[in-house]
C-alpha cells in the first residue's frame, strides 16, 4: 500500500468538467485524512507504551488511557476507509475482472459503486446519525470509572461512512469519464498513448490504467 506522501497526485487538465474537478477535490480531501492517520496511529503507540510501563512499575492504570486507545484506533479504521477505496487497497476475489477487458471492468466498477457500495454506506450513514445524537443530548458517559464521553466516538461513524461515501462518488466519475474516453480495443493494464496524453484523463494513485 502506498503511503499518502508517495501516491502520486493527479491533477485535473485545464479543460476538466466540474464534476471532474469535484472528484479530485474529494480525492484531496481523502488523501490529506489518511496523512492525519499517520499521526493517530503514533499517538495510539505512544499512550499504549505509556500504559504498560506505568502499570508495570508504578501499579498505576488510567481506565480514560485505555479507552483513548480504542477511540484512536477506531478514528484510523473509519476515518481512513475512504483514503483505502482511493487507494485501491480493498480485499478483493477476483475469478473473472483479471479476464476482463477495460471497457467491461469499468462497468463492473460502475455496477459496484452503485448497486452495493452507495446503498450501504447510505443506510449505515443514516442509521448511525441517531446513535451519536442520542449521546451527544444524553452525554453519555463510559461506565467505566474515569472513562470518557462517548459522543465523540460514535461520531467518527457518521464522518467514516460520509468520507467513504464522498469517495465512491469521486470514483464512480472517474469510472464514467474513463469509459467514455476510453479508445475501442484496450485490453486489461493497457493504456493507450492516446489516454496518457489526454488531459482528462483518470489514473487513480496506486492502480495505473
Request: some cysteine; proline content about 7%; glycine content about 8%.
Amino acid at each position: 500500500m502506498q503511503t499518502p506522501s508517495q501516491q502520486p497526485e493527479a491533477q485535473p487538465g485545464a479543460g476538466a468538467s466540474v464534476w471532474l474537478r469535484m472528484a479530485y477535490g474529494i480525492d484531496r480531501l481523502n488523501r490529506s485524512v489518511g496523512r492525519l492517520a499517520y499521526w493517530l496511529v503514533l499517538f495510539a503507540v505512544l499512550i499504549s507504551a505509556g500504559n504498560a510501563v506505568s502499570r508495570k512499575a508504578w501499579n498505576l492504570s488510567s481506565n480514560a488511557m485505555l479507552e483513548i486507545q480504542w477511540y484512536l484506533f477506531a478514528a484510523v479504521f473509519l476515518l481512513c476507509a475512504g483514503y483505502t477505496l482511493l487507494s485501491r487497497e480493498h480485499v478483493r476475489v477476483d475469478l473473472f475482472y483479471s479476464r476482463m477487458s477495460r471497457r467491461a471492468q469499468l462497468r463492473v466498477e460502475i455496477f459496484g459503486v452503485l448497486a452495493f457500495l452507495m446503498p450501504v454506506v447510505t443506510l449505515i450513514l443514516v442509521l448511525s446519525w441517531s446513535p451519536f445524537m442520542h449521546a451527544w443530548q444524553s452525554g453519555e458517559v463510559s461506565a467505566n470509572a474515569g472513562g470518557l464521553i462517548r459522543w465523540p466516538v460514535k461520531l467518527l461513524i457518521p464522518v467514516g461512512f460520509a468520507l467513504l461515501l464522498l469517495q465512491g462518488l469521486s470514483e464512480l466519475i472517474k469510472d464514467w469519464h474513463e469509459l467514455r474516453t476510453l479508445p475501442p480495443g484496450n485490453q486489461p493494464g493497457v493504456v493507450s498513448d492516446e489516454m496518457v496524453h489526454s488531459p482528462l484523463v483518470i489514473e487513480p494513485p496506486g492502480d495505473p490504467r
